[in-house]
């Protein structure tokens, strides 16, 4: 299973950016994975959670937004979304085409982080 790997190599940059912020705790990560990611969307979730045991990420939540295969068809000369990962076949004409142009994507695009607050008692 990869994704518990990728799990924790996500945690480990996140928890280096909340380290630099200094005393802060991170609620969310937001994540765009793309359909030719090669990741298993839920296995992610829950590798995600067991990364985040004893990191400032624990208790985070992990956003994953999913990106469509896009491909570009040159007999069109527009870009399309695919309907199925089972033929990469432009939807509007019918040519074949390799020329993937989103779907791979897996990359951290933000975090939201929430600052620590100290009381002082007077």
Known sequence: MHELSIALSIVELA???AT?????RITALH???GEL???VKEALLFSYDIACQDTPLAGSQLIIEDVPVVIFCRRCH???TLESVQRFACPACGELSADIRQG???EVVALEIE???????T
């Open 115 to 121: 600052d620590a607050v100290e009381e002082f008692v």
């Open 31 to 33: 994540l765009r994975l």
């Open 104 to 106: 791979k994507d897996l």
């Open 20 to 24: 630099k912020r200094g005393p802060a």
């Open 78 to 80: 527009a870009e399309h």
């Open 37 to 39: 990611a090669g990741v």
């Open 15 to 17: 928890s280096e950016e």
